[in-house]
């Protein structure tokens, strides 16, 4: 997995598509995904920090660390057999979960939240996608603790 930061997103002038460009953050490597048109403004909002969604983003976050969880990195899967997906991780009680979603919603989110953005690239369809019952899928080590000191509700407390 390589850790992405979202650089830009635009529309391509051959096709219409609407692109999302991420960056490699270890070697610069460029990324362009196609998005839908009508979330593109989702995160040109986030972006921007005029997001219209931060009481859901705010009460979905009250609610997971009420239940004693935390939200870690958002997983971008690209797979060129069956489509882009995404993933965020959800540890509550030592255990991690992987919970599937929108690939547009949980970019936003995690800009909304600060959370780290992953990549992965599934080369065959024999590997396994992100699923919530994924028992393999983990935080890379270096991020456990960092994740249980500095929750997203104790950012804000600063």
Not at 12 to 41: F, Q, W, Y
Not at 66 to 85: A, H, R, W
Not at 86 to 103: C, E, K, M, N
Not at 122 to 148: C, G, N, Q, W
């Amino acid at each position: 997995m390589q850790r992405v930061s979202i650089t830009r997103l635009l529309r391509d002038r051959a096709s219409h598509e609407t692109v999302l460009i991420m960056e490699v953050l270890d070697n610069d490597e460029e990324l362009r995904v196609s998005v839908p048109c009508h979330k593109a403004g989702i995160l040109a909002l986030e972006a921007h920090g005029l997001n219209d969604r931060c009481p859901l983003y705010s009460i979905m976050l009250e609610c997971v660390a009420q239940l004693g969880g935390t939200f870690g990195p958002v997983v971008i899967t690209i797979d060129e057999m069956s489509g882009n997906g995404a993933a965020i991780s959800l540890t509550q009680d030592g255990r991690t979960r992987w919970v599937s979603a929108d690939l547009v919603e949980l970019i936003a989110l995690a800009l909304h939240l600060q959370l780290p953005i992953y990549l992965s690239t599934v080369v065959s369809r024999s590997s396994t996608a992100l699923d919530s019952d994924h028992p393999d899928l983990e935080i890379p080590s270096v991020f456990h603790e960092t994740f249980k000191e500095n929750t997203p509700a104790e950012r804000d407390e600063d």
